[in-house]
Protein backbone atom coordinates (compact mmCIF):
# COMPACT_ATOMS: atom_id res chain seq x y z
CA UNK A 1 0.00 0.00 0.00
CA UNK A 2 1.77 3.27 -0.88
CA UNK A 3 1.27 6.16 1.47
CA UNK A 4 2.97 9.93 1.23
CA UNK A 5 3.65 11.88 5.09
CA UNK A 6 4.37 15.06 4.90
CA UNK A 7 5.95 16.94 8.16
CA UNK A 8 7.10 20.17 9.05
CA UNK A 9 4.43 22.30 8.80
CA UNK A 10 4.20 25.06 11.42
CA UNK A 11 3.53 28.63 12.92
CA UNK A 12 6.29 31.34 11.22
CA UNK A 13 6.22 34.60 11.06
CA UNK A 14 6.62 36.48 7.52
CA UNK A 15 10.19 36.58 6.46
CA UNK A 16 10.78 32.98 7.96
CA UNK A 17 11.58 29.83 6.30
CA UNK A 18 10.38 26.08 7.04
CA UNK A 19 10.88 22.84 5.32
CA UNK A 20 8.06 20.26 4.29
CA UNK A 21 9.18 16.59 4.08
CA UNK A 22 7.39 13.99 2.08
CA UNK A 23 8.13 10.59 2.73
CA UNK A 24 6.98 7.76 0.41
CA UNK A 25 6.65 4.14 1.41
CA UNK A 26 5.15 1.19 -0.64
CA UNK A 27 6.81 1.91 -3.44
CA UNK A 28 9.18 3.97 -5.26
CA UNK A 29 9.20 6.80 -7.23
CA UNK A 30 12.56 8.09 -8.32
CA UNK A 31 12.18 8.74 -11.63
CA UNK A 32 8.29 9.54 -11.45
CA UNK A 33 6.36 12.91 -11.01
CA UNK A 34 6.13 14.61 -7.50
CA UNK A 35 4.38 17.23 -6.57
CA UNK A 36 3.35 19.95 -3.81
CA UNK A 37 0.13 21.26 -4.07
CA UNK A 38 -1.37 23.83 -1.20
CA UNK A 39 -5.27 24.87 -0.24
CA UNK A 40 -6.03 27.39 1.57
CA UNK A 41 -9.69 28.36 3.26
CA UNK A 42 -12.29 28.29 0.41
CA UNK A 43 -9.88 28.13 -2.06
CA UNK A 44 -9.16 25.28 -4.69
CA UNK A 45 -5.92 23.06 -4.44
CA UNK A 46 -3.37 24.87 -6.20
CA UNK A 47 -0.03 23.81 -7.99
CA UNK A 48 3.13 24.76 -6.17
CA UNK A 49 5.86 22.69 -7.28
CA UNK A 50 6.91 19.68 -9.48
CA UNK A 51 10.19 17.43 -9.76
CA UNK A 52 10.82 14.22 -11.86
CA UNK A 53 14.48 13.05 -12.77
CA UNK A 54 14.19 15.30 -15.59
CA UNK A 55 12.51 18.90 -14.48
CA UNK A 56 11.81 20.83 -12.08
CA UNK A 57 9.13 23.68 -12.08
CA UNK A 58 7.40 26.24 -9.91
CA UNK A 59 3.88 28.38 -9.63
CA UNK A 60 4.45 32.12 -10.18
CA UNK A 61 3.52 33.01 -6.61
CA UNK A 62 6.43 30.88 -4.88
CA UNK A 63 9.01 30.82 -7.61
CA UNK A 64 12.73 32.85 -5.93
CA UNK A 65 11.15 31.59 -2.43
CA UNK A 66 10.93 28.06 -2.13
CA UNK A 67 12.90 24.98 -3.23
CA UNK A 68 11.64 21.49 -4.56
CA UNK A 69 14.22 18.81 -4.05
CA UNK A 70 14.22 14.84 -3.50
CA UNK A 71 16.24 12.39 -1.91
CA UNK A 72 15.96 9.27 -4.23
CA UNK A 73 17.44 7.02 -1.14
CA UNK A 74 15.36 8.05 1.47
CA UNK A 75 12.22 8.02 -1.09
CA UNK A 76 11.82 11.81 -0.07
CA UNK A 77 10.74 14.88 -1.61
CA UNK A 78 11.25 18.10 0.10
CA UNK A 79 9.47 21.92 -0.25
CA UNK A 80 12.16 24.09 1.57
CA UNK A 81 10.37 27.69 1.90
CA UNK A 82 11.79 30.53 2.40
CA UNK A 83 10.65 34.40 2.41
CA UNK A 84 7.22 33.19 3.15
CA UNK A 85 4.23 35.57 3.27
CA UNK A 86 0.91 35.84 4.75
CA UNK A 87 -0.88 34.59 1.89
CA UNK A 88 1.57 31.17 1.79
CA UNK A 89 -1.14 30.06 4.89
CA UNK A 90 -2.46 27.00 3.71
CA UNK A 91 -2.74 23.19 3.97
CA UNK A 92 -0.06 21.80 1.95
CA UNK A 93 -0.29 18.21 0.59
CA UNK A 94 2.57 16.09 -1.32
CA UNK A 95 1.35 14.22 -4.18
CA UNK A 96 2.97 11.32 -6.54
CA UNK A 97 2.19 10.15 -9.79
CA UNK A 98 2.30 6.32 -10.90
CA UNK A 99 3.44 5.84 -13.99
CA UNK A 100 6.58 7.80 -15.74
CA UNK A 101 6.25 11.28 -17.71
CA UNK A 102 6.09 15.33 -16.82
CA UNK A 103 3.05 16.60 -18.89
CA UNK A 104 0.11 18.10 -17.20
CA UNK A 105 2.38 18.78 -13.68
CA UNK A 106 -0.11 21.59 -12.62
CA UNK A 107 -2.85 19.76 -12.93
CA UNK A 108 -4.29 17.55 -9.84
CA UNK A 109 -5.50 15.02 -11.83
CA UNK A 110 -2.39 13.17 -13.20
CA UNK A 111 -1.35 12.32 -9.32
CA UNK A 112 -2.45 9.11 -8.31
CA UNK A 113 -1.38 9.42 -4.45
CA UNK A 114 -2.25 12.07 -2.00
CA UNK A 115 -0.95 12.88 1.55
CA UNK A 116 -3.04 13.74 4.40
CA UNK A 117 -1.15 17.43 4.49
CA UNK A 118 0.33 19.54 6.64
CA UNK A 119 -0.82 23.10 7.86
CA UNK A 120 1.48 25.80 7.49
CA UNK A 121 0.74 29.31 8.87
CA UNK A 122 2.28 32.48 7.84
CA UNK A 123 1.58 35.36 10.52
CA UNK A 124 1.97 38.95 9.85
Known amino acids: QVQLVESGGGLVQAGGSLRLSCAAS????????MGWFRQAPGKEREFVAA??????DYSDSVKGRFTISKDNAKNTVYLQMSSLKPEDTAVYYC???????????????????WGQGTQVTVSS
Open 26 to 33: GRTFSRNL
Open 51 to 56: ISWSAI
Open 95 to 113: AAKSALGYSDYESRKVYDY
